[in-house]
């Protein structure tokens, strides 16, 4: 299992370095164009405005302002951008992992080896999950660095960011469960793909709806995104909502890839 899940991570390590720059170089802009919105309390008065289900759909609910370290960093950042470059890497890399292998015709020649095709399955998923974390560390890493000299860390400490961070990144992994599942039970690439796509996408409309629709309250209960952006670990930490559902329903896919009967 080593081998192949080194094996993995050596075959992304190229495209992990450019995404890390984009995410890096997106975090680092954020945060260098936060002092131009820090006073300006006018955009305050235009946001509160909004209606409630996009100020919650924009982590600008409970308290925050969009001139608030928290607000803002939610509201550009943690709420959406984070969130689906994230989304992009991990489900381009889940479709890919068993689907886009046996399509390639590569799954075979490494199914040849003495290892079974269930822990080909788990090793390759582990190095999914290992690259996700890599890109969390680099963004965790970039704000700890640029947060106090641009003023983002008032009220803002590095286990918030961690907390933040770390959720938006089981959010993914969550999705890319999705595409890793769907993949192994079809073998096909473009159904993972669109398929987890879909259910990122409609998840985040229906967030977007919940705050707005009484009706539709109770599919935030079930909703990765609300677990997310409903939670705020920006200001409240890590809670059970933003890791252990997120835990639990990925453990559940990758039992649902492993039935599979020729990976099994």
């Avoid at 190095?127 to 969390?136: F, P």
């Avoid at 660095?145 to 008032?154: E, F, I, S, T």
């Amino acid at each position: 299992m080593l081998t192949v899940y080194t094996h993995a991570l050596r075959r992304r390590r190229t495209s992990l370095i450019w995404w890390s720059i984009g995410i890096a170089a997106m975090a680092a802009l954020l945060a260098v164009a936060y002092p131009t919105v820090r006073d300006n309390n006018e955009l305050d008065k235009t946001f509160a405005n909004l209606p409630a289900g996009v100020e919650a759909l924009l982590g600008l609910s409970g308290g925050n302002t969009l001139t608030s370290p928290a607000g803002y960093l939610n509201s550009q950042f943690y709420a959406n951008i984070l969130p689906v470059m994230l989304l992009v890497f991990g489900i381009g890399l889940a479709a890919w992992t068993i689907a886009g292998a046996e399509a390639a015709g590569t799954l075979e020649l490494l199914l040849a080896n003495p290892i079974s095709r269930a822990r080909v399955a788990l090793a390759r998923f582990a190095a999914l999950t290992t690259l996700l974390a890599a890109l969390a560390a680099v963004c965790i890493i970039t704000l700890a660095v640029l947060a106090p000299p641009y003023g983002l860390n008032r009220g803002l400490d590095l286990g918030h960011i961690t907390a933040a961070t770390v959720a938006a990144t089981l959010l993914a992994l969550i999705f890319a469960a999705v595409a890793f599942a769907v993949g192994a039970t079809t073998g096909n690439r473009a159904a993972a793909l669109g398929t987890a796509s879909a259910l990122a996408v409609a998840g985040y409309i229906l967030q977007g709806l919940a705050g707005q629709v009484q009706a539709l309250h109770p599919t935030q209960d079930v909703n990765p995104w609300h677990w997310l952006i409903g939670s705020d670990p920006l200001r409240h930490g890590l809670t059970w909502q933003t890791w252990l559902l997120p835990a639990a329903v990925t453990a559940i896919l990758i039992a649902v890839s492993l039935a599979r009967r020729d990976l099994r």
